[in-house]
């Protein structure tokens, strides 16, 4: 059973309250360190870290006055703690509570979108084993090639979002860098083990060395790698609204009672779950995008970037965990019809086997070149006019030579594909 989906979890980390808490966090851990070094009497930290307190109605009132949110916020802070508020951001620029609280935030959204992953796994390995045998056509190009089974399309894709997980476990430990170093990154008016103690404690690590913000390349990689995953989730939406079209149907969304798929036609069963998600990709794809022109700030930074996190930092965290919780949904749910794909397999009156008949004569001293051309004009003239390929090779005389109708029998054997299954299984889901 997976377990409710809450996206309140996900839009918390990107409240006006978690954000103003996390800045607090940094301003009162730096208050910490600076009292260790004795900048800071102890009862002023006391008193500080007994009156400070949020009020988010009274930040915005502040910052429609000085058009600058951090100090608003400071204002706000200064105003409940009094005289001993000129201890706090003492040495500090903005940039080192922004940057080190928006990497919180985004090391919290990256665990809630492990977690995510995780319940998708779970899933994934649950129905790819449950149809390991469920035999159907792999197409190339869009058209039949050689069959597979369902789960093996699924176990592919299980595969890909483990390596999806470990990018964005990089990904998250990339982001995951703070700095309090001052106007341009050097420690000038404030010491670098103030840095040391602030990251330590939010669980972070001190950026090596920074200008007056955390660069930018961290964060491209972090959108970026949720750019990749969307883009999977999209791959696998698209798989299964093409196995959805009617000439099709090898599977289907699950169809609920009351359910209404057209305000025209009632008999409308569409792949509606699949098409959103090919849909909020594009838009966590853009994004990536918008992450990387963020690199290139002006000399030791300019505040461009700064509009663009506030809007991708939320959006492309929310809509991703929105994606994988409704993907792993659709795929929980997914109604699979093994004799659909059966009957479409066999669309093709055995021309799938071509390649195994081609093998069989090569081994039996044809050169490739010959056999390939007995092979297909066989196989052409069975898709041509619909007769039955293995029929038609018995008949050939120039196949009579080296194939008996007990070789072929051997040949169009569907098992002959699927000898490696077990193999393949191992390799993706004992590790």
């Not at 006055?65 to 802070?77: C, G, M, N, P, Q």
């Not at 969304?253 to 036609?265: I, R």
């Amino acid at each position: 059973m997976i377990p409710r989906y809450s996206r309140e979890i996900m839009t918390a980390v990107w409240s006006q309250e978690n954000k103003y808490k996390k800045w607090l966090d940094v301003e009162i851990s730096a208050c910490e360190a600076l009292a260790k070094l004795g900048k800071i009497p102890r009862r002023s930290l006391k008193n500080i870290k007994g009156k400070i307190a949020i009020n988010v109605k009274r930040i915005d009132e502040i910052e429609k006055v000085t058009k600058h949110d951090v100090i608003a916020f400071l204002t706000s802070l200064t105003e409940k703690v009094g005289e001993d508020g000129r201890f706090i951001h003492m040495g500090m620029t903005s940039s080192d509570v922004l940057d080190t609280a928006f990497a919180v935030q985004l090391k919290e959204a990256a665990e809630i979108l492990l977690d995510d992953i995780d319940k998708l796994l779970l899933v994934l390995k649950r129905r790819a084993l449950e149809n390991k045998n469920t035999i159907m056509i792999g197409r190339s190009h869009g058209i039949h090639a050689e069959p597979i089974t369902f789960g093996l399309k699924l176990a592919l894709w299980y595969q890909e979002m483990q390596r999806n997980r470990q990018r964005l476990l990089k990904a998250k430990e990339s982001v995951s860098y703070g700095k309090i170093s001052g106007a341009v990154g050097t420690f000038s008016f404030i010491d670098p083990s103030v840095e040391e103690y602030v990251c330590k404690k939010l669980g972070l690590k001190p950026a090596p060395v920074s200008s007056q913000v955390v660069q930018r390349d961290r964060h491209a990689e972090f959108f970026t790698t949720l750019a990749i995953i969307a883009s999977s989730l999209d791959k696998f939406a698209q798989e299964i609204r093409l196995l959805q079209r009617t000439e099709v149907r090898e599977a289907e969304e699950y169809f609920s009672k009351g359910q209404k798929g057209s305000s025209a036609m009632p008999h409308k069963r569409n792949p509606v779950l699949s098409e959103n998600l090919s849909g909020l990709s594009r838009l966590v794809r853009s994004y990536a995008v918008a992450s990387l022109e963020n690199i290139a700030l002006w000399h030791e930074r300019d505040i461009s970037h700064s509009s663009v996190e506030r809007v991708i930092g939320p959006d492309a965290t929310i809509s991703l965990d929105f994606m994988l919780d409704r993907f792993t949904g659709l795929l929980d749910k997914l109604v699979i019809y093994p004799e659909k794909m059966m009957d479409n397999l066999n669309m093709t009156h055995g021309v799938i086997f071509s390649q195994m008949v081609l093998l069989a004569l090569i081994e039996k001293g044809l050169t490739r070149e010959s056999a390939y051309v007995i092979v297909q004009s066989n196989a052409m003239k069975s898709w041509q006019e619909g007769l039955e390929f293995k029929d038609l090779l018995e008949k050939d005389s120039s196949v009579k030579k080296y194939l008996t109708k007990k070789d072929l029998a051997s040949i169009f054997n569907l098992n002959n594909f699927l000898k490696n299954l077990d193999f393949i299984f191992n390799r993706v889901f004992k590790k």
